[in-house]
Each structure stands twice: as C-alpha cells, then as structure tokens.
C-alpha cells in the first residue's frame, strides 16, 4: 500500500504564490508517475501537472505557464511539489496528489492522464484547499 500525504495548500489573493508538496511512502516502485489534480466546487476534477520517473513532465491546459512540478528523493522516500505562481480565483480547488507505480509510461498515456480526471492513477491523498482570493 501507498500513503500520500499532500501539505502547503492556503489562501492567498490573486497573482500570487503557494507551493504544494506531497509524500510518498509505503510500497513504492522505483517506475512511477505522480501528479496533482484538483477539484473546485462543482466541477469535475481536473489534471493540472504530471511527472514520471523518467523526468518527462506534463501540464493541464489550465495550469501551463504558471505551474512547476518537481520531485525530490532521498533513501526513503519521493516528495513531489507543485509550485504556483500568478494564482488566479479559479485555481480555487482541492488539490490532490496521485500516484501510479510499476510501469513504463508511455507519452500518450502521460497526455491522456493529465488532460483527464485523473483515471489511471492508482492512489490518492486527501487533498489539500487552495483558495484564492480577487
């Protein structure tokens, strides 16, 4: 089994920034791809970036320009972070960490993933609010 624990969320006004991070522990897998999705209120969830162990990243429409995923690694444990900048009142949402292990991760797996709700990821943390104000 797999812990996500995602930290950072906050208020902040529109045009700043937050950062997001995520820890990964339990039975992970030296493959994998993480991401962060989010959900606002009444609306479907959402991919806003992805990364694999490869390196290759990937962006949601809404976060490309603005967003910057990174991962750390140490012995024993991968932290990934979201960082945001130039926030804006629609970034509003619960921010979730997923994570897919095992696999090699094709390109067009990456793109259908982080342009979807998330289906293909096998777990998830609880997520953390981000709330930006006008």
């Known amino acids: 089994q797999v812990q996500l624990e995602e930290s950072g969320g906050g208020s902040v006004q529109a045009g700043g920034s937050l950062s997001l991070s995520c820890v990964a522990s339990?039975?992970?897998?030296?493959?994998?791809?993480m991401g962060w999705f989010r959900q606002a209120p009444g609306k479907e969830r959402e991919g806003a970036a992805l990364l694999d162990s490869d390196g290759r990243t990937a962006y949601g429409d809404s976060a490309t320009g603005r967003f910057i995923i990174s991962q750390a690694q140490d012995n024993t444990k991968t932290t990934l972070h979201l960082e945001m900048n130039n926030l804006k009142p629609e970034d509003t949402a619960i921010y979730y960490c997923?994570?897919?292990?095992?696999?090699?991760?094709?390109?067009?797996?990456?793109?259908?993933?982080?342009?979807?709700?998330?289906?293909?990821?096998?777990?998830w943390g609880k997520g953390t609010l981000v709330t930006i104000s006008s």
């Open positions: 997923a994570a897919a292990y095992g696999s090699q991760f094709s390109d067009q797996w990456i793109s259908t993933v982080v342009g979807g709700t998330g289906n293909g990821m096998d777990y």
């Open positions: 339990g039975a992970t897998h030296s493959r994998y791809a």
